[in-house]
Structure formats: C-alpha cells, structure tokens
C-alpha cells in the first residue's frame, strides 16, 4: 500500500516531520509512506492562481497515484497552520486530489494538549464539500510533550505510544482499503465502444459497403485516392504512394490502423495472411473491428476496454504477449493511441512483434545471459536428495537484497580501467 | 524486524522457510516441530505414520485419526468422488504397484494394474465425523494423499505464522510455494516466484511471476519418470486407466489464495486439453494459472 505523508510545518525542524519520518521507516510493513515537502507552495491567492505551478502539481500528482495520505499537524492559536490551510486551499480550488481519498490525522505538540485542537480543526477542513476527503473516524494520535518524545536518532522513546501509533495506522490501512474499494468505478465506460462502426467521421467513406471484400478499391474510387506514382506530401517528406508501400512494407512489423471510429482500414501486406503473426487478409480492410475479433463476449469486452483506455488517455499503450508464445518466440501485440497534432484522437496503431530474436541478439551482443532473480521457485516435486544447490528458493532470500539491474560487474570494469 | 531462514529435509523434499518477525529463532524451531509431526501423519511412503495405520486396518475395523488428517481425508474424498477432477485418494494400490519416483520404479504387467485399480474406489471410504475414524472397506485399500498433503500442510504453517504474529514470510514446501505480507528487499514489495523450465534442468525458470499474499503451486511430469523397455511413464497416473494420463502438458502452475485450493486444481486440469483447461482458468475467479505444454508453449491468465 503506498501512501503519502504530509507534514503541515515549513519550519526547518519539525516534530511533525519527524513524526511522520518515524512512522515511514518503522512501520514500512504495513505501509510505503512517501513524504511530501510544503515548503515550495505560494500562498493561496485567487487573483494570482498558482494551480499550474510544480509545486502545486507535484502534490497533485503523488496524491493521486498513493493510496492514501497521512497529514501530521502542528497547533498553532488553537487551529493548524496556515501553511496546511493554505495547501489545502490550492489542492481544492481548481483541482481536487483530496476527494474522496482516505486520510490520517496525527499531531504532535510542545505541551500537554498535543495538537488535538488543531486536529479536530483540520477535520473540520478536510470534511468540507470541496475538499470532500474521508478522514479515518476515531483513532487520535496526539502527541505531547514532544521536545522530550524522541531519543538522539529521532526514535520513539515509549513503547506504548509506538504500539498505539502502530495500532492506528494499522487500522487507517484497513479503512484505505475499505474506502478505496468503495470509490473503485464499477463501470469505465468501455461499454459505449462501438465495435461495428456505425458512426461517422471526418473521413468515414460513406456510401461504401464496410463488409466489402474490395471496400479499398470502391473507396478510393469513390474518394479518387492518390495511388501509384501520385505523391503524398507527408510530415516529414514527400513520397510516391509506391515507395510509401515500399517503405511501410518493409518494417519488421506489423501495422494496423483502427481510425476512432472503431474501423479497421489498413495494414502493412508484407506477407501471405499464414505467414503472419497477426493474420490479416485482404479483404478484411475496411471492416468494422466488430468483424475481425471473435463473437466472443470475452474477447468484446476486453477489446472495448483497450480502446477506451487509450480513447480516453487512461493509457498511452496496451502490450499483451500472445498465449502460446515459447521459449523461442514471444509475441507480442502493442496498442498505441494515435492523435492529431491539437492531440485529438484518431484511433489505435497496433503493431504486432516477434521481440524474442532481439532480446537474444542483445544477450548475444553483451554477453549477458537472463537471470530472473527470483525469491523462490515452484516446480513438481522436488526430491530430498537433490543436491543443496537446488534449494535456490533460501540462497536467493538471504542474498537478493540486490535487484538483477544492480550490476557489481560494472563498478568492477571501473575500477579495472583506473588500472589502465 | 529480523528476517530468518531454515531449511529441511522432510516429507521427502527440501522445505524452506523464510519469516520476517520480533524473534524468529522459536517460530522456525516450532514450524519444524509442526512439519514432523504432519510427515509422520500424512505420508503414504511411511509404514508407522497414522495413514498407513488406516491402511493396515483397511477391511478390518475403523481408525480413529487426527482432526487434522480427518479433515484432509475428507477434503480430498469429496473431490475424488467426482472422476472429472482426476483427483483419487484412494490411488495408493496403483501407486505402489508403479512406484515411480523411488529406486524399485517397474512397469508392472496389465493384470496387475487391473487387481490394483479394483481396490482404488473412493466411495469404499467411510468416514465418521461424530467419532473421527476412517475405514477402508476392502483389504488393500491404501490411502495416498500426494496431490494434496502439502498444500494443505503449506496453509497450516501460514495459519500458525499469522497467529503468532509473522509479519511477512516465504514457505516453500519442495515446489509448493506460500508467500505473505511484503518482501521488503523488493521495492514494490512482491515476491519474485520462478516458474520452473520444464524442458530445462532444475532451477532454471521459464518465468518469474510477482506476487504476494499468495500460494503457486505446480504440477508437472518432468521431476519423477519411469524410462522402461523404450518407453518413458511419468508419475501423474489416470485412476481410470491405471496407466500414465495422456497430456500435451508439461506443467501447470495455479496461484490462488490457499495453497489447497492450488493442489486440487492442478490435479483436476491436468490432462485435459489446453484450450479447455484455459477457459476453465478464466472464468474462475479468485485463481490463476500457467500452462506449459511439452513442446514449450506458454499459457497464462495473468501476463
């Protein structure tokens, strides 16, 4: 579970800070809390409005990935500080990271009162419509006497407040599940996708049979398309339509193009349809998509979803391997979202790879052989007396603390080429 | 929080076991306890364990056993009774006849598959729950529970690791793989599982999965084989043939949340087509599977 920490002090020392800095290294089991920095953001001002600023969309932008956020509050005059009032106000006037995402309270103070005025405040902030975040009921962790909380390292001295902090922040994890579940959207609209292409765009060619087997020659009569020697000035170039052919045949992939109205309306023939990864035949061009995936209402569904997804930005690309692919070949279909240059747009460049010939062409290149690193392995019965070598599972749980891109090699070429 | 590891040699493999916790050192101590005790009572290659007490009464009187074996027995009769799941615990006679897998592996004559498969009948197990016995109705009847004791085993020692307050752990009975709670050398704090090469000597994976809170367990033909008079037989056998299951399949790795529930369905799809055994995967939810076929093709609901 990731979640975001935020202290609501620009001091350069802060209790609160080193509140939420202990919370994030002791308890880093039961959460990844990443602390986000205040100090960069103006003042909130509605005639000056910073919203676009990077400090403000830095904040923006870690909300909205995490699961939840945990705001440590000072109490200054009986409320929080006018630093978190103000962030709040920027992360609520234009933008609205905070609605609807889990949050927990805690404080720590000088004195005895440890910040719970200033809790109950920021409450009350976070509660209202136009911040609308769910603050975690009950569960007050107030800290007081704080000069005298923490050893020289920044520790909890009391076991008790450590178990209790823990116990809360235990609890606002189940909650962030709770309400995240909640908040999921049951439906993301990719059931609107029509995948038989009855509406109509700038260049749907009407008036021409979408089923036709020869649907690109009708349409480019109907549409007198540039063909053969005639030119098409392109961005950037200017090719005949024979060498742009020659030009998109010979890629090492294969191309389609689906236009935004769900429409499949060419690919690269550089092979017989049997010789393809991705069969396609000549007289598929011009199909609805509907036409050209299976009457299977799994199969509808997911197509819809990819498209949706990248029609509305969710995603830049959508990459599946094939089922089927072996140690040899892996196949692989990428589906890119195509946009004009106002960033409209204009439907799915799938392009469809073998990647396998080059990831061994690199190993070959470097020398370097796959190594998947894995904490353990699962395989049929292993019998007892296999040699301890086998038990890969422990050597790689007590030795992995490197990821496989952690390279020991390298710093020893470096230190080889001092030597030179 | 202190990470420990132990490795063991017991019910006939290489048990690992990986906790995170305050004092780790009498967990894993207890844990091995635990593992010896459920050997000496769930092995069917042990002639004291309490299974094959059950064995030596089999046609004679009813043996009252373990809460936990009961249980076992019981899970894995209610799944033998229907023969589409290819699970039979009732097996043991036909396994003992081939014994593939140990030294005095044979390939035994038609006849004698035959006589073995006549005492391989799940409905002659009578179970008692009021009294917890077991009774094998004919004499020979032996009980073999392979395809499920350590799985079952595997999600005992996850239960009894969140009860004394395991934080985070890694179980590796053999093969059969139980990973829980972050693994906090990984940043994003899954486990990296390897799924292993079928066609390749062991330790070389075909794959490497992330998960967490998870059990994968795989099912495969290529750990224990027969090679005889030209032929090769491996040790998944079909309890209505009496012989090796025909399949196209190599492995089959299931990841669900118990590791039981794994074991029951590797051994249910195994054999079955690969197109059949894909749509089944696919439209059950709460599991997920990867198929490896003999000539090296990758299935899989989760890449």
Known sequence: MKLVGIAGSVADKSYNRILLKYMATHFSDLADIEMLDIKDVPLFNESDDQTESDAIQYLKRKIESADGVVIATPEHNHTTTASLKSVIEWLSYKIHPLDGKPVMIVGASYYDQGSSRAQLNLRQILEAPGVNAVVLPGNEFLLGEVKDAFDENDNLKDSGTVNFLQSTLQKFVKFVKVINTLNHPEDTGAESEDLNATGKIATTVEGVDMAAPDWVEQAAEKTHAAAGNDYVKLDRGLLTVDQLNAFLNSMPLELTYADSNNQFIYYNKMAPAEKMLAARTPDQAGNPLAMVHPKNARVVKHVKEVIHALRTGQVPEVSMPVPGNTADKYIVHNYRAMHDEQGHYMGVNEYVQDIMPTIKWYLAKTGQKLEGNPDATTSASVNADAPAADTTSSASVDEAASEPAEAPATDADSSASIND | MPVATQVVHLMGTVITLTITHRQPQPVLTEAVRRLKVYEHRFSANDETSELMAIAHQAGQRPVAVDPELFDLIRIGRDHSANTAEHLNIAIGPLVQTWRIGFNDARKPSDAEIQAALRLTDPAAITLDPRHLTVYLQR???????????????????????????????????????VVFGPQRQHADQQWRIGIQDPGKPRGQNRLVIRVRDKSVVTSGI??????????????VLDPVTGYPMPTEMASVTIISAQSITGELWTTRLFGQPVEAAMAQLRQTSGIDGIIITQTGQLYSTIL
């Open chain 2, 139 to 177: 004499p020979g009847m032996t009980l073999d529970l392979g395809a499920i004791a350590k799985g079952y085993v595997a999600d005992l020692l996850h239960d009894y690791f969140t009860t004394v307050g395991v934080t985070a752990g890694l179980i590796n009975l053999g093969g059969n793989v």
């Open chain 2, 222 to 235: 290529y750990e224990r084989q027969l090679h005889a008079a030209g032929h090769t037989y491996h040790h």
